[in-house]
């Protein structure tokens, strides 16, 4: 092989590394941390003239057209029990697609980009309140603090009592 030249078996060492390290975007929410798995993350942004939807479930903050779109605004404080923000900031949302539509999860703050091996995963614990424990798929103990991972799917699954405090 000549100079520069990648064998199959370098690409496949490679590729065994990265399928044990799974990456997350990092949110804050009532100042616990939470990881998104990148791939649901469509785009990170500030929502802007949200518009009620009557009768619409608390969690439900409303609706914004986010570049043509109209996307589904969804209180994540509200969603896992939180008291609501009252440091007088403004929230940030977490655009994500699920099933067709389009969706907005306000939080506090949005962190960074985090690698993680998949091995450190581990169950809810049995002690995590049972609003999060629907919603979550897992933990991650970091230097310090504990990762809750988001389950999208369950998050936005609105067909069960899933958005039920």
Same mark, same amino acid.
């Given at each position: 092989?000549?100079?520069?030249?990648?064998?199959?078996?370098?690409?496949?060492?490679?590729?065994?590394?990265?399928? *044990?390290?799974?990456?997350?975007?990092?949110?804050?929410? +009532?100042?616990?941390?939470? +990881?998104?798995?990148?791939?649901?993350? @469509?785009?990170?942004?500030?929502? *802007?003239?949200?518009?009620?939807?009557?009768?619409?479930?608390?969690?439900? #903050?409303?609706?914004?057209?986010? /570049?043509?779109?109209?996307?589904? #605004?969804? *209180?994540?404080?509200?969603?896992?029990?939180?008291?609501? /923000? *009252?440091?007088?900031?403004?929230?940030?949302?977490?655009?994500?697609? &699920?099933?067709?539509?389009?969706?907005?999860?306000?939080?506090? @703050?949005?962190?960074?980009?985090?690698?993680?091996?998949?091995?450190? /995963?581990? =169950?809810?614990?049995?002690?995590?309140?049972?609003?999060?424990?629907?919603? =979550?798929?897992?933990? &991650?103990?970091?230097?310090?603090?504990?990762?809750?991972?988001?389950?999208?799917? /369950?998050?936005?699954?609105?067909?069960?009592? =899933?958005? #039920? #405090?």
């Amino acid at each position: 092989m000549g100079e520069g030249s990648v064998s199959a078996e370098d690409t496949t060492v490679t590729a065994a590394l990265s399928d *044990d390290t799974i990456e997350f975007v990092t949110v804050l929410i +009532g100042g616990q941390l939470f +990881g998104l798995p990148i791939g649901r993350v @469509q785009d990170v942004f500030m929502p *802007d003239r949200l518009t009620r939807v009557p009768l619409a479930a608390p969690e439900l #903050a409303g609706v914004l057209n986010l /570049r043509g779109r109209i996307v589904t #605004a969804i *209180d994540m404080r509200v969603r896992l029990g939180l008291p609501p /923000r *009252d440091d007088g900031k403004t929230n940030m949302a977490v655009g994500i697609e &699920h099933k067709g539509e389009s969706y907005g999860l306000l939080i506090d @703050q949005v962190g960074e980009v985090l690698k993680v091996s998949e091995a450190t /995963r581990e =169950a809810n614990p049995a002690n995590l309140d049972s609003r999060w424990s629907r919603v =979550a798929g897992g933990v &991650h103990r970091l230097d310090g603090q504990l990762m809750v991972i988001l389950d999208v799917d /369950r998050v936005l699954d609105t067909g069960t009592d =899933a958005l #039920a #405090a």
